[in-house]
T-cell receptor, first 114, second 115 residues
């Protein structure tokens, strides 16, 4: 059964710092990995999706990588800003039955201090 | 940009009552999902739906739960007899195709509070 773990649970950094959020998964037979942002009391905003055949994806200041062999994904945020403060979730897509469902980690709560 | 819309944003219900959570997926999407997040816990998959039938469901999705696409735009989750432990944020999601290349897009959720 797929398990997704995110470390650290919380992270506080000063504005402008580059940072890395970690995600690990137990079953390397994932089809893709999706990173989300969740603001307090809000829904999930999809940030990046990496297919199993890819190693990384970039969007603006965000870069996500995927290493299936080691069961790890990272989300790199460059030049962090206070507006980046949120909880970041990673989720792996496993194909179970006829259609896949996302298996989520518990998230990393990021706080960027001005 | 098209969005997944969920109503209501907050629902308060007495234990034992039936509740229906509503979702309007993105219009050209074909696959629909419900997830839930109990306060402080992980987001958990409940059910996926395609072509007017359930494709996959988790252990959480027992006989108290049902889903329906009553018309061409709405996708609903019904809980027949709510329990205290059903209190959670419920998220609807949709995707264009089922291939791994397509992301799932989530709504803002319905916070369900059972008293």
């Amino acid at each position: 059964k797929q398990e997704v773990t995110q470390i650290p649970a919380a992270l506080s950094v000063p504005e402008g710092e580059n940072l890395v959020l970690n995600c690990s998964f137990t079953d390397s037979a994932i089809y893709n990995l999706q990173w989300f942002r969740q603001d307090p009391g809000k829904g999930l905003t999809s940030l990046l999706l990496i297919q199993s055949s890819q190693r990384e994806q970039t969007s603006g200041r965000l870069n996500a990588s995927l290493d299936k062999s080691s069961g790890r994904s990272t989300l790199y945020i460059a030049a962090s800003q206070p507006g980046d403060s949120a909880t970041y979730l990673c989720a792996g897509l496993n194909y179970g039955g006829s259609q896949g469902n996302l298996i989520f980690g518990k998230g990393t709560k990021l706080s960027v201090k001005p | 940009e098209p969005e997944v819309t969920q109503t209501p944003s907050h629902q308060v219900t007495q234990m034992g009552q039936e509740v229906i959570l509503r979702c309007v997926p993105i219009s050209n999407h074909l696959y629909f999902y419900w997830y839930r997040q109990i306060l402080g816990q992980k987001v958990e998959f409940l059910v996926s739906f395609y072509n007017n039938e359930i494709s996959e469901k988790s252990e959480i999705f027992d006989d108290q739960f049902s889903v329906e696409r009553p018309d061409g735009s709405n996708f609903t989750l019904k809980i027949r007899s709510t329990k205290l432990e059903d209190s959670a944020m419920y998220f609807c999601a949709s995707s264009v195709f089922r291939t791994p290349a397509q992301p799932q897009h989530f709504g803002d959720g319905t916070r369900l509070s059972i008293l």
